[in-house]
């Protein structure tokens, strides 16, 4: 059975460079969450898509961050300019009915892309 | 801002033994709490979650929780812990009607056979 899909499952990058990650939700989800997870910490949210749109962007840490999911299927995290500190696993999940009277809450997770910036 | 304290980095028990984690949310408004699991070199599943109704809730593999609303704790236990126990677990929380999941910093379970 397909779960999640994230690509890449690793990354190393320099400073300054611009980085695409994507995520493949499972199919028939509508939501669909972006988190990062720093070494040493529980997966901290960034941002959440209901179908096509960004739902809740509340948790990008500044305009470097950026992500779409133009047909409410795959997602792609943008991240311009990457920094030390944007090194984490950032860890997609989808849900089939996020935020509707059905949610049962229940986010299904990929396995993350490990993100290196040198 | 909900947060989630996780007071327990790492625990080793041996195989038998019995469990306890806790973890403290701060918001005191109507929540959703969730224990989730990693296991060594897979991905972040869901243990079990709490909405509403009976505090103590169950879920797979014989682990439960309950939630005290009092002490705004939704600690998670396991009578018996088996050595496919060790894993990272996490305990998150939502406010009722926000998807955002508050995750705390996580517990180490390392079981010892």
């Known amino acids: 059975g397909a779960g999640v899909s994230q690509t890449p499952s690793n990354k190393v990058t320099e400073k300054g460079k611009y980085v695409e990650l994507r995520c493949d939700p499972i199919s028939g989800h509508t939501a669909l969450y972006w988190y990062r997870q720093s070494l040493g910490q529980g997966p901290e949210f960034l941002i959440y898509?209901?179908?096509?749109?960004?739902?809740?962007d509340s948790g990008l840490p500044n305009d470097r961050f950026f992500a779409v999911r133009p047909e409410g299927s795959v997602s792609t995290l943008k991240i311009q300019r990457t920094e030390r500190g944007d090194s984490a696993v950032y860890l997609c999940?989808?849900?089939?009915?996020?935020?509707?009277?059905?949610?049962?809450?229940?986010?299904?997770f990929g396995e993350g892309s490990r993100l290196t910036v040198l | 801002a909900q947060s989630v304290s996780q007071h327990n980095h790492h625990v080793i028990l041996s195989e038998a033994a019995s469990l306890e984690l806790g973890c403290n949310y701060s918001y005191g408004g109507t929540v959703n709490l969730f224990w989730y699991v990693q296991y060594p070199g897979q991905h972040l599943q869901l243990l079990l979650k709490y909405f509403s109704g009976d505090p103590l809730v169950k879920g797979i593999k014989g682990f439960e929780a309950e939630f005290i609303k009092s002490k705004f704790s939704f600690n998670l236990r396991k009578p018996s812990v088996q050595w496919s126990d060790t894993a990272e677990y996490f305990c998150?929380?939502?406010?009722?009607?926000?998807?955002?999941?508050?995750f705390g910093t996580g517990t180490r379970l390392t079981i010892i056979p």
């Open positions: 998150a929380v939502n406010d009722f009607g926000n998807e955002k999941l508050t």
């Open positions: 999940a989808s849900s089939p009915l996020g935020g509707s009277r059905e949610s049962t809450g229940e986010l299904f």
């Open positions: 898509f209901q179908g096509t749109g960004a739902a809740d």
